[in-house]
């Protein structure tokens, strides 16, 4: 008995300095949903925006008035909103709604509203989209009918993004910020684009139209082209128009992966099972787990290093992404099923064991206890395994896959979203040199906007330079 007791006891003397560890049974769907259900309340301890003064939708910042750029909260209002449809614990859907909407930038509905304009990433804008879209797929509770829909908003994200498909340089692609101004402007890079072929291939998805097909296709055509997505299925971060996109970023970033797989299952799923995307599909899972899942278990590989931790609050939320969206793909294409649910059991049980039981988590999911990184985030951290918990349960119970307006999908489109064609900056004439590569949209491209915004630099994506 004796060396066991010691080995009781200092457990107990390693654990005690944050509490006890988190137990989970992941064998049986009422134990997630009770973790998740503890997770998801220390997550909401850090959302504030809806006491009287702060303002609603958003988490405390951007710094230096608290850690989290506007984008983060777009995100996480997703990840409540697959807390909901995984468990049907309702508590915060009310607070999704609310924030979703006042967001939204009415009544041109893109998500670009005025206070946040000024330092807005395609990224930033598009995160917001693909809630807003993943409202639509679940049938989360529709807006009244005096308010945007949840697809109209997806399409008003969608469509001011396809009029910034810029032709000057590089061939085609999307900047990562929106003003031209803007540190970051001559960026063109993996997730603006991702995010874009990912919002485009879905809402091809939902709707039927085939219009979107096209622009998601032209995405893909072009991030591959330029060496972003390479022959051994890596995604790499992006390049400069300056070097004509070529001077690759190699940093691999879970956001731009996960953004890309699941984008390409929709893909498969609206071609109804095309041999091209599946083995775009195929190719990037068997890379995805390769690089973030060693052992089973997700690591944030560019900047979660074995010796230091050099991630950013922004790069704290990935995870739970990564989690969420290969959840998803095992419902649209499911011959993926059993090695995504093989993947997720492990890496979830890392993500559990980083937890205290008060629902505290911590990044490091490979360690086997809580890691008290507090310095960037936690919201994140905390968004990271609940994704883990809630789209883990797509083990369990069948849950019912993404829907489409043609399969029970009730949410409401606006395809002319996005806002008065006047608020679209005007496009900048095409040189004949640059016209190159221009795919079958090109009469619908309009290029790069010219307004005049002071430097700021908002996001993530370039922070691997
Ligand atoms: C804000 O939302 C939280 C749930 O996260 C809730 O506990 C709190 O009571 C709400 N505060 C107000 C002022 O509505
Ligand atoms: C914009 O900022 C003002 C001032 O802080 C705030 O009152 C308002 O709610 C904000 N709107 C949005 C959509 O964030
Ligand atoms: C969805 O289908 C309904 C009729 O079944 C149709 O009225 C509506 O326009 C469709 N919406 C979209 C976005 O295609
Ligand atoms: C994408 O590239 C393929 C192969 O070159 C081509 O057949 C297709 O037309 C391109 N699609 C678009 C939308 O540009
Ligand atoms: C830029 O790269 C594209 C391929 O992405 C190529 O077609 C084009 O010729 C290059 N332009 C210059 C000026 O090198
Ligand atoms: C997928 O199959 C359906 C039903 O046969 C058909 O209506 C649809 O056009 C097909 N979609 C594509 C993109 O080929
Ligand atoms: C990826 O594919 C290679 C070659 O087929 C295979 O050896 C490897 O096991 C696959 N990796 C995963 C994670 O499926
Ligand atoms: C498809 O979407 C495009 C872009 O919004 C729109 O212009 C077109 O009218 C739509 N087509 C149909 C058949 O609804």
Redesign the pocket.
Known sequence: MRPQLVSLLLAFAASGAYGAALEVDLTSSSSIKSAAQLVSHNLMTYYVGNQSGNTPGILPGPPPAGPYYWWEAGAMWGTLVDYWHYTGDTTYNQLATDSLLFQANQPQDNYMPPNWTASLGNDDQGFWGMSAMLAAEVNFPNPPADQPQWLALAQGVFNTQATRWDLTSCNGGLHWQIPSTNGGYDYKNTIANGIFFNLGARLARYTGNSTYARWAEQSWNWTSGVGYIDDRWNVYDGGHQEHNCTDTNPAQWSANAAVILQGSAFMYSYTNGSDIWKTRLDGL???T??VFFPDGIMVEVSCELKDRMQCNTDQHSFKGYMHRWLATITQVAPHTHD?IATVLKTSTKGAVSSCTDDGTCGFRWNTGSYDGDTANGPAGQEMSVLGALSSLLITFEPVQPPLTNFTGGTSQGNPNAGGDPNVIPAPAPLTSADRGGAGVLTALVLVATLVALAWMSGTWSEHGH
């Open positions: 899972l068997n890379r787990i390769e090695t």
